[in-house]
């Protein structure tokens, strides 16, 4: 939100109060709380009439620091809360004239009391701060006020909103904020944290996240369900600015000072993720959104894909399994799916897994409908003349309320149904377009639900699959989500496009979410909308497949190969049988995901964050600690990319390329710049036709480039995600010695370093 014109003026639509003194402190149970009057305090006078923003900040865990800042102290806004996680840590709190300090861990906030400022400082170095102008309390469009009697008298009315400003340092970039499509660095962006359905082409976003991080150490969460707005470098060049409606602002401070550091802090915060079974990083294939199709058409699909030997690990049907105009009842359509349980146990004869396709809403016009309505199961109008319904999407669609309890079991227990078919998953869409102009079961605030409405809807799914299916099987493919959302995986990019601009464009958002604490994500192999050109399909192939997940899905055409050219059904199989090959080291990285918060897809500038050349890669990434990859992006078959520094060796070729400088390669549809970290024990399974067997037994262990005194380590997981083993290399001379901590099964040693070197086991 932007409330001056130019540096100098404020807008005259704004009254604006500043923080201005630093006028009362005083410690409090986990850390310290100023009242800061906004004016200098000179004379007992100036205490009259004034305004003043009252400051807490308290210790939330190792280097985080929780602030609170409020203009009115009985202000309840009835806002939708985040569930958050905070833990006492040892701080402590001096007061002087001059300044008040409280410490935790290896981070201090300071306030100084004679000039208002506070500022967050860590051995010395001061990361960020706020100060002259930059804490406020605004009313936009103030109407008139009068002390006589009358219609204004004592009036204070407007949009009232509660706004801070943190400094950036010069060369500070800006990162996060949810799944976002515009350029990956956000300096000079105004960001609005309101989900829509907005495609992948905009501003807008399905998977607005109310947290950045800076490549300076640390990273800020904004804790409100409401739209947060930010202006990154944008009104003031020198501060991200954020406000949000209402008399209290909320945000903590979380220290690193690497990225890693702080999304394990950011997702203590807000939850880690659960750990998808590993069948899910199998390549996953649709019946396409509007395409006609019946049980005939799908078996072809799957033989299909049998006969031309690419492994298939889960079959998902989309919207019209059911019947048209009945979105979503939940009911399969009996006309062309006559035999659903004799459908579904073939093909998990076949060794796939079934996924569904629903959303929240329900139109009108059928049994499901109208026992919601008789039930009070879905929102409704805040005029009070019954049920919200609404025909976009869907025809006088309603929408399940899932803030209360007896509602989720109805329309879990719909789904329980469907489960009990043999289906395995769900793919929950939507949950954007959530009108605010409702009431809620629980009374909450329906502007702040618009975004928390996704929480609880995939939630709700989640927990009932973990419920029916375990603990170890529960998987989504959701398309909105919110803080904390990375809880219930997997996510997937939304409606792209088939070109290779709005393949660059899902990558940025892709790559925006890691940023943002989530750690698995896929996107529609070859674009959404429209149909891709045989180029296209295989180059998106070969990113699809190098993705934590992967599905070929379209609007109104089928993505299975043969469609595109002969040469694909190759591409397909040659990518999705290496990712199979891939998954011992795939899935080690999820499990570390999935206890640390660390994504698996990481930008370039997260496991690089010294690396000043990283600082603004946003066209190739790293798959888990070790893999480079940068996906091609035209038509000539070429990629530029960047090596950091180090002695690379390319996966697929065994060639060496010197790290620290940029290169510019072509090639073939069988290979893109896919490069193996130096000092790394890559584990690789011998099997290509699946994504879940024992990766314990008959695996080969790749040691790449381990310099000289190096060591390297790698996690054994099982296919249940338990870390069962670790391999340790560590270079000596002309020998390089392993060991594993137990005896494993089969195991063959690859060494990729200088000639002349060894291994000893």
Known sequence: MKYTEGFWLTSERATICYASDAYFVEEIENGMRVVAPTKKIVTRGDTLNLPVITIEFTVAGKNVIAVRQWHYEAYESGEARYPVNTESYEYSVSINDDEAVLTTGDISVVVDRKDFSYRFVSNGEVITGCGFRNLSYILMDRERASMLPGDEYMKEQGNNYMHTELSLKPGECVYGFGERFTPFVKNGQTIETWNEDGGTASQIAYKSIPFYMTNKGYGIFVDHTDNVSYEVGSEKVEFVGFSVPGEELRYYFIYGPSPADIIMEYTDLTGRPALPPAWSFGLWLSTSFTTNYNEETTSSFIQGMADRDIPLSVFHFDCFWMKEFHWCDLDWDERVFPDVRGMLKRYHDRGLKICCWINPYVAQGNDFFREGVKKGYFLMRADGKGVKQVDTWQCGMALVDFTNPEAVKWYTGKLRSILDMGVDCFKTDFGERIPVDVKYHNGADPVSMHNYYTYIYNQAVFDLLKEVKGENEAVLFARSATAGCQQFPV?????????????????????????????????????????????????????????????????????????????????????????????????????????????????????????????????????????????????????????????????????????????????????????????????????????????????????????????????????????????????????????????????????????GVSIIS
């Open 491 to 755: 996510h997937w990019g939304g409606d792209c496009s088939a070109s290779y601009p709005s393949m660059a464009e899902t990558l940025r958002g892709g790559l925006s979410f890691a940023m943002s604490g989530f750690s698995f994500w896929s996107h529609d192999i070859s674009g959404f909308e429209y149909t891709a050109a045989p180029d296209l399909y295989k180059r998106w192939v070969a990113f699809g497949l190098m993705s934590t997940h992967s599905r070929l899905h379209g609007s109104t055409s089928y993505r299975v190969p043969w469609l595109f050219d002969e040469e694909s059904n190759d591409v397909v199989r040659f990518f999705t049988k290496l990712k199979c090959t891939l998954m011992p080291y795939v899935y080690s990285q999820a499990v570390y995901a999935h206890e640390t918060g660390v994504p698996v897809m990481r930008p370039m500038v997260f496991e690089y964050p010294d690396d000043p050349a990283c600082a603004f890669l946003d066209m190739q990434y790293m798959l888990g600690q070790s893999l480079l990859v940068a996906p091609i992006f035209n038509e000539k078959g070429e990629a530029t990319y960047y090596l950091p520094e180090g002695n690379w060796t390319h996966l697929l070729t065994g060639e060496k390329r010197e790290g620290g400088r940029y290169y510019k390669d072509t090639y073939d549809y069988f290979s893109l710049p896919l490069y193996v970290a130096p000092d790394t024990i890559l584990v690789r399974g011998n099997t290509d036709d699946r994504p879940d067997y024992d990766y314990t037994d008959n695996i080969t262990v790749h040691i790449y480039e381990l310099a000289e005194g190096h060591t390297a380590t790698a996690d054994i997981v099982n296919v249940k995600g338990e870390r069962v083993n670790t391999i340790i290399a560590t270079r000596e001379g002309d020998s390089v010695k392993v060991s594993v901590k137990k005896p494993v099964g089969h195991v063959e040693y690859v060494l990729h370093t200088d000639d």
